[in-house]
């Protein structure tokens, strides 16, 4: 069955894959009772509701009673890890990819990154490199969250700046055990001069200890794997029906 969780230590046991350390981080940074992001348990699984985008972690063992619950949620996306449940589940899949870890074993490439970043510098930054696919929040939401959760030590963020300007930036969601990475960009005009993959060896050195995780399309799947991350896992996104 279902129910509300209000302490986020219950959501520990979930902390141990990229969908779950996102939920764990989300869940140390805000508590339990913000209005617009809950979270849910069952013997198998874990739920997050962020306003409109739910985040499905476990097996669960009653889909049925899940698919009901996301319906009554008013969740406009879906995502899970989970092939079998998203099958069972029987929402449409709009995409999907490759969730990676890196090798333990493999050594950090020493670089001067900086930290911390500007997140004016970073927003703006993004924003020059929105696609179709990678759609970015107005400034006020984006710098209200990621504001909040840097300074409750639950996300973190790193750049490399060319004079005064931010090229490159990326972020993590942390849990006691792993980080999440995630907003990574270079800007257009400084691409294919192996800034990013500078950025993606040194940012480790800041994590030790954790895990890193990431998800990805599958189009990239080989340009990480050629940073020493290996696929651990599927990360799919649903649309639920009506």
Not at 142 to 150: E, G, K, V
């Amino acid at each position: 069955m279902i129910h509300l969780i209000q302490d986020p230590q219950e959501l520990a046991p979930w902390d141990n894959s990229p969908l779950g350390c996102r939920i764990f981080s989300m869940a140390l940074g805000y508590g339990t009772e913000i209005p617009f992001l809950h979270f849910w348990g069952e013997k198998s699984g874990c739920i997050s509701l962020m306003d409109d985008v739910m985040t499905l972690v476990g097996d669960f063992e009653d889909p049925l009673e899940l698919r009901e619950f996301i319906h009554f949620s008013g969740a406009k996306t879906v995502f899970c890890e989970n092939a079998s449940l998203s099958k069972k589940l029987g929402f449409l899949v709009s995409d999907q990819g490759p969730e990676m870890i890196r090798d333990l074993e493999r050594p950090t490439t020493p670089w001067n990154l900086s930290h911390p970043i500007s997140l004016k510098k970073m927003h703006a930054l993004l924003k020059a490199c929105e696609t179709p696919s990678f759609s970015v929040p107005d400034f006020e939401p984006f710098y209200l969250d990621l504001n909040h959760r840097i300074r409750h030590q639950t996300a973190d963020v790193w750049g490399i700046m060319e004079q005064d300007d931010l090229i490159a930036c990326l972020a993590a969601c942390i849990s006691p055990k792993n980080a999440l990475l995630f907003s990574g960009a270079v800007h257009p005009d400084r691409r294919q001069h192996g800034i990013f993959s500078a950025m993606m060896e040194a940012v480790p050195a800041y994590l030790l200890g954790r895990n890193l995780f990431l998800c990805c399309e599958n189009s990239l799947c080989s340009y990480y794997q050629s940073l020493g991350y290996h696929i651990c896992g599927q990360w799919i996104e649903m649309k639920p029906l009506s």
